[in-house]
């Protein structure tokens, strides 16, 4: 079994920040990228940002700049740093994760169970 577990969710300002965190544990044998996305109310869950393990980042248009992917391989955690968030990045933040679980499985994904991000002054 794999479980992804995030973190660092809360109420922040208008222009301030939060760093997201994604722990995945249980029996991983490699990580081929891993993905934050986000649900508002009344919305469709959105791509947010993407790391490929020892590859590029990919950032929706509406987060560029703002937003920072990262991963510690050795914990196997993602983190997505926010910066001067917006009432409109209010919503339910979801880690991704496309892994095998032994040297000889297909991938397979898996998601986190989400962590609420409110920008409200």
């Known amino acids: 079994q794999v479980h992804l577990v995030e973190s660092g969710g809360g109420l922040v300002q208008p222009g301030g920040s939060l760093r997201l965190s994604c722990a995945a544990s249980?029996?991983?044998?490699?990580?081929?990228?891993m993905r934050w996305y986000r649900q508002a109310p009344g919305k469709e869950r959105e791509f947010v940002a993407q790391?490929?393990?020892?590859?590029?980042?990919v950032y929706a248009d509406s987060v560029q700049g703002r937003f920072t992917i990262s991963r510690d391989a050795a914990k196997n955690t993602a983190y997505l740093q926010m910066n001067s968030l917006k009432p409109e990045d209010t919503a339910v933040y979801y880690c991704?994760?496309?892994?095998?679980?032994?040297?000889?499985?297909?991938?397979?994904?898996?998601w986190g169970q989400g962590t609420q991000v409110t920008v409200s002054s």
């Open positions: 790391q490929i393990t020892g590859g590029d980042t």
């Open positions: 991704y994760a496309n892994l095998r679980t032994t040297i000889n499985s297909s991938p397979d994904v898996y």
């Open positions: 249980g029996s991983i044998f490699t990580i081929h990228y």
